[in-house]
């Protein structure tokens, strides 16, 4: 049974080129989580989509980030013409479909962003 | 979603039970508590949560006051693969797929 798994772990932009992150959620699970972890400090919410439909991204910057959940394929989040600020680790999470009440998240490996 | 206070950090005998205190002492009834721990350069990983009850799982044990003001996370038995960041998150039901990972407790697990 495969976690969630990012792609690729590790990635080098330089400023001003897009980053693609990718990210397969856990087998049955409907619900992607994108958080962002900024050197030394604790993770921060980004976006939480579904298939095909964005449910909250009060998270994200207003420009250049945007996410999507297509209904076949993973998950992406890019990251257009970044900037050094942009460097840090970014974690998908999925659950199940929410049936009420509370609920764990499973978070993948990370991707890790280097802009130089 | 209310503000949960914990140790920065905290030192533990392998083999001995690791008690792990959060305060949250302006949670609201329909805010649970999950517990998270990330180990160095790993996603966090889900240990367990509660809303009024103690818990108990495979990995450990979640103990609430009756106030609800604080709990407890109990690592029966550490060893040193529970060295990492601990993390107490309060979140209400309505949003709580919307974790906020504070600094957490820096638990180290000695020989």
């Known amino acids: 049974n495969a976690g969630v798994m990012q792609n690729p772990r590790h990635l080098v932009r330089r400023r001003g080129q897009e980053a693609r992150l990718r990210c397969s959620p856990m087998?049955?699970?409907?619900?992607v989580y994108w958080y962002r972890q900024l050197p030394e400090e604790g993770l921060k919410f980004m976006v939480y989509?579904?298939?095909?439909?964005?449910?909250?991204e009060s998270g994200m910057p207003k420009e250049r980030f945007s996410a999507e959940f297509p209904k076949e394929g993973p998950s992406i989040l890019r990251i257009q013409q970044v900037v050094r600020g942009d460097s840090a680790a970014y974690f998908c999470?999925?659950?199940?479909?929410?049936?009420?009440?509370?609920?764990?998240?499973?978070f993948g490996p990370g991707t890790r962003l280097t802009v130089t | 979603d209310a503000k949960t206070t914990q140790p920065p950090s905290m030192d533990c005998a392998e083999g001995r039970a690791a008690n792990l205190p959060c305060n949250h002492s302006?949670?609201?009834?329909?805010?649970?508590v999950y517990w998270y721990r990330q180990i160095h350069s790993q996603g966090p990983q889900y240990i367990i949560h509660?809303?009024?009850n103690n818990e108990t799982n495979e990995m450990a044990s979640l103990i609430i006051t009756e106030d609800r003001k604080s709990s407890t996370l109990i690592l029966p038995h550490a060893t040193l693969r529970d060295t990492a960041v601990y993390y107490c998150?309060?979140?209400?039901?309505?949003?709580?797929?919307?974790?906020?990972f504070g600094a957490g407790t820096t638990v180290t697990v000695r020989a």
């Open positions: 999470a999925s659950s199940p479909a929410r049936t009420g009440g509370s609920y764990e998240q499973y």
């Open positions: 302006t949670i609201s009834g329909n805010e649970y």
């Open positions: 998150i309060a979140a209400a039901i309505s949003n709580d797929y919307k974790l906020s």
């Open positions: 087998k049955g699970h409907s619900h």
């Open positions: 989509l579904q298939k095909e439909n964005i449910i909250d």
């Open positions: 509660g809303l009024k």
